[in-house]
């Protein structure tokens, strides 16, 4: 098997007392579309913030394509090709749309810390960023402040702003939180369109979304995975089932 | 989208003008060049480099507060040590001159860049109150070291240099205040444009990123520390030219222009005119310029109004004074400003009277208190009376309270007009 995208060797991290993540191990190939499953408090968002460099971890490490990047910093991780979006909606609300949007190209097109270049004058800098507004279906929107955007929009936006500087591994916190069945649908399609070829990691309550989306599918509870395998298994599973039976059923 | 955002620290996406063509500049150029001509007077032209020298300081400073969200308590430091270090460049070559005196904010901006560089190195760590309470702390430590290092800050006396020992500049020796003075305008349209330029430039963008969500930009490939470095680096460096130009204009520097008062004025200065918007400190500049020059040859209270003025403005129009023309753009792109002008009509006079009686109960009490014996006599608004009577205070009082109220009365009318003039479509019944 070649080197895994993400790979967590037994990660571990405590708050004070509170052990939040108890020695995780998990595998995550090149092209895998992975969902992480678990009731509320298992430790998911932990998780999350632990391999994108939000959180250092108490133990363990955690490889991207076979190299330890543990304790480094977000951007840092984000610099070899790792992006995440957030649960809750994190983007620039006083700049417009395609500013978010150009925001998220700036670095990885090169730009960097820049001061001998105009924004404006950089044309592959506008084409790259209204095609990426194109894709997730906000040309119509361009040109206003985001904070003023639909909460649906926003979402799109933050995915826009998630993908736009190409990473290639793709790592979507609850994408479909708080929307309607008719826009969660629109979301999925527009994940599925914008992350192919590319490992994506997502956590998400609806199970629906996960089914339809997910290669495979790690049950994150208290802190452990207990299960990880693809849909069907899991789903047969009787140590996930026990577990979700014994708190709040998660299925939407 | 003409409105400004929710929070003042935050807007600044959108320009009040559209300076992004060339136009603007042009009309400044032309503006500066004529100005001379037509005030004339020596102290008007000593008023204009001051007002010139201020707006570069307080473009610096917003590059910091109003574009990289750090709250500076400490920025008279990079355009103090700029000026000494600029002083002493002019003494240190007085006698073997070999650049002409328009080079010399050159050095004062690379002084304050170094400064910035060292500095910003520890302090930008963090954004907010940690950014803020170093900056308060090395401000007080350098202002503190002034007084100390007498060798190089001259202690009480400051350190002073003749402008005139540099090699002549096209025949311009810049002994006569007309030729300083274009010699600063020069300079205010180079580091204005240059600090227009730079919030263009991706490190502008991001910096304007980092201010509003400092984590999302991590998440972006960008450091937050080094983006803040690099703008407090930018600003030092334009903090810089402001201390050379003012060491030109002034010939002296002391302990004044890097103390926590100048640094504190500078700040009042950018967010009276609007940190939101690249003209904002432009404006504020110009405003508290004139009020400190002009309004001081009238009254002893000066700062008491300064201070009124920017109370209200943070409670009232945390835009500023800029904000206070950008919220009329939406109304005039409507077409709807008209709307607006009956009611600002019967608004001006009790305003005007409720300013001016306000101004002379403050004038009245402040005389009665402090002319000596035998001086009752004042003279307010080409009125001569006796500020121990009881009669003129009770007027004024009367005065003030009476266009308060009237202004209390007018405002429903206003705000009707307002929600009219911006609302769009048809007109509303």
């Known amino acids: 098997m070649s080197v895994p995208a993400i790979e967590l060797r037994n990660l571990e991290k405590s708050f004070g007392l509170a052990k939040i993540i108890q020695g995780v191990n998990l595998k995550i190939g090149k092209g895998e579309r992975h969902a992480i499953i678990g009731p509320n408090g298992a430790g998911k968002s932990t998780l999350f913030n632990l391999i994108t460099g939000k959180y250092t971890p108490t133990a363990g490490q955690v490889l991207m394509h076979g190299t330890d990047v543990s304790g480094m910093k977000p951007y840092q991780i984000n610099r070899m090709g790792l992006s995440r979006s957030f649960q809750i909606t994190n983007i620039f609300h006083n700049m417009t749309v395609f500013e978010n949007v150009r925001c998220g190209l700036l670095w990885s097109m090169g730009y960097k810390y820049s001061f001998w270049h105009m924004v404006n004058r950089q044309r592959d800098l506008t084409e790259k960023a209204d095609e990426i507004l194109e894709q997730i279906n906000l040309s119509s929107r361009r040109n206003m402040v985001a904070g003023a955007l639909a909460y649906a929009e926003q979402r799109a936006l933050e995915i826009g702003i998630t993908i736009a500087g190409g990473a290639d591994i793709i790592m979507l916190d609850e994408p479909c939180a708080g929307m309607s069945h008719s826009e969660t649908d629109l979301i999925v399609d527009l994940i599925r369109k914008v992350t192919e070829d590319k490992t994506l990691i997502i956590v998400e309550h609806d199970m629906g979304v996960i089914f339809d989306l997910a290669d495979r599918i790690s049950v994150l509870v208290y802190g452990e995975i207990i299960e990880s395998d693809t849909p069907e298994k899991v789903r047969a599973s009787t140590a996930v089932q026990e577990a979700y039976l014994g708190t709040t059923v998660e299925e939407a | 989208m003409s409105t400004p955002s929710s929070t003042p620290l935050k807007a600044g996406t959108q320009r009040l003008i559209p300076l992004n063509h060339a136009l603007p500049w042009i009309i400044a150029a032309v503006f500066l060049l004529i100005l001379p001509y037509i005030f004339d007077s020596r102290s008007a032209l000593t008023i204009m480099n001051q007002m010139a020298i201020t707006i570069v300081f307080a473009l610096s400073y917003n590059m910091l507060l109003g574009q990289g969200g750090m709250l500076s308590f400490g920025h008279a430091v990079y355009m103090g040590l700029g000026g000494f270090f600029s002083m002493h460049v002019l003494n240190w070559m007085s006698d073997d001159p070999w650049i002409s005196l328009p080079f010399l904010p050159i050095f004062g901006g690379l002084f304050g860049l170094m400064f910035a560089i060292m500095i910003g190195a520890f302090s930008t760590r963090r954004a907010g109150t940690v950014f803020a309470m170093i900056s308060l702390g090395v401000g007080e430590l350098v202002a503190a070291m002034s007084v100390i290092i007498v060798i190089f800050f001259g202690g009480e006396e400051g350190v002073s240099g003749d402008r005139t020992e540099l090699l002549d500049f096209f025949g311009m020796s810049f002994g006569p205040q007309r030729q300083v003075y274009y010699l600063t305008a020069v300079w205010l349209l180079i580091a204005a444009l240059g600090m227009y330029l730079y ?68 700040l009042l200065v950018t967010f009276l005119g609007g940190v939101g918007f690249f003209v904002g400190p432009i404006i504020g500049a110009i405003v508290f310029t004139l009020l400190q020059t002009v309004l001081s040859l009238y009254t002893e209270i000066w700062a008491l109004y300064l201070g009124i003025l920017f109370v209200s403005t943070v409670m009232f129009f945390p835009f500023g004074l800029t904000g206070l023309l950008a919220i009329h753009i939406q109304p005039w792109k409507l077409g709807k400003i008209s709307h607006l002008v009956v009611p600002y009509a019967k608004m001006f006079i009790p305003a005007v009277v409720g300013v001016l009686s306000a101004a002379a109960v403050l004038e009245i009490l402040f005389h009665a208190r402090h002319a000596g014996l035998g001086e009752e006599e004042m003279n307010l608004y080409g009125i001569t009376f006796d500020s121990h009577a009881a009669m003129p205070l009770i007027i004024a009082i009367v005065l003030a309270v009476a266009s308060f109220f009237a202004l209390v009365k007018l405002a429903p009318g206003l705000k009707a007009a307002w929600d009219e003039a911006t609302h769009m479509g048809g007109a509303k019944q």
């Open chain 2, 199 to 266: 919030s263009r430039t991706p490190i502008g963008r991001i910096a304007n990123a980092v201010r509003d969500n400092e984590e999302r930009a991590e998440f972006l490939g960008y450091s937050q520390r080094h983006v803040r470095w690099i703008s407090f680096c930018a600003s030092g460096f334009f903090a810089g030219i402001a201390g050379a130009l003012f060491a030109i204009n002034f010939e002296i520097l002391t302990e004044e222009n890097l103390n926590l008062a100048t640094s504190g004025s500078i």
